[in-house]
């Protein structure tokens, strides 16, 4: 069983008391996105833009893209490729499939970008305004309007498009208004440490690269899934090009206690 706590004589938080205190948590109150910062029962979506892009739209009325690889992106949806609101980005790592569209919508909507500090350097460099880069590092946490950055670890390469060092690859966990934690492992290989994620953040939601080749494949991603103790994973980084084969169905069939979604580009899920 996994410890939830540091303090062998403090009871573990069950999960089940994590709802019931994120629930009662929920509140109407008014802000600057609409009439309610969040209501009681209404959850964020996470919808999937191809690839390792993804949009989160929070219970606070905050939307979210993480890695915007949008323009080409052969998976992305045409009606995505151009936002008409961006609020925050956040980047795993500085590879031109996870940078992508970042600079153009900083430009155009003004977000708050959270990159690790190397890469919102080379950010700044391209035209991003410095005063919407926090820049912190692994282990570090921003907090965004009640939106949560937290950067961890991941092993990757980290190049940027022009060739610069874009630091180190990272994974990030995003809590939102209502403290639900998604865990974007980034692109990585499994490595030990993510029980040390799952115990530290305990994420709802698990995104996991299952591509293969370049990131980890169904069968190390089931044993991320077994060190995280997360029960609910978003698959990614797969289909977008031939060499990318790892499948849905493949880390089902590994990881049958778990619920794996199974949903095409575009398409979204409650969170």
Known sequence: MRAFSPSATTAPRTRAVEIAQRLTRHTFAAGPDGPFRYARGVAGTLTWLGH??????????????????LNGNPKCPVDEQMPERVDMIAITHAHGDHVGDT??????????????????????????????????????????NGVKFTMTNAFHSSGTPDGSYGGEAAGIVVE???????????????????????RIYAPDVAVLPIGGHYTM???????????????RCV??????????????????????????AEIEPGGTIDL
């Open 103 to 144: 600079v153009a919508l900083a430009k155009k909507h003004s977000p708050t970008v959270v990159a690790l500090v190397e890469l919102s350097s080379w950010l700044n460099k391209q035209g991003v305004d410095e005063g919407k880069l926090p820049g912190p590092n692994k282990g570090g946490t921003v907090d965004v």
């Open 217 to 231: 494949d169904p069968r190390e991603a089931a044993v991320a899934l077994e060190l995280l103790g997360t029960k």
């Open 52 to 69: 390792a892009a993804f949009r989160v739209d929070s219970p606070g009325g905050k939307r979210i893209y993480v890695d915007p690889f």
């Open 235 to 260: 698959p990614c980084h797969y289909g977008t090009f031939p060499i990318l084969v790892g499948t849905p169905q493949d880390l089902k069939q590994l990881a049958p206690n778990v619920d794996v």
């Open 176 to 198: 939102l208004e209502d403290a639900t934690k998604i865990y974007f492992a980034g692109d990585t290989c499994v490595f030990g440490d993510m029980q040390l994620i799952g």
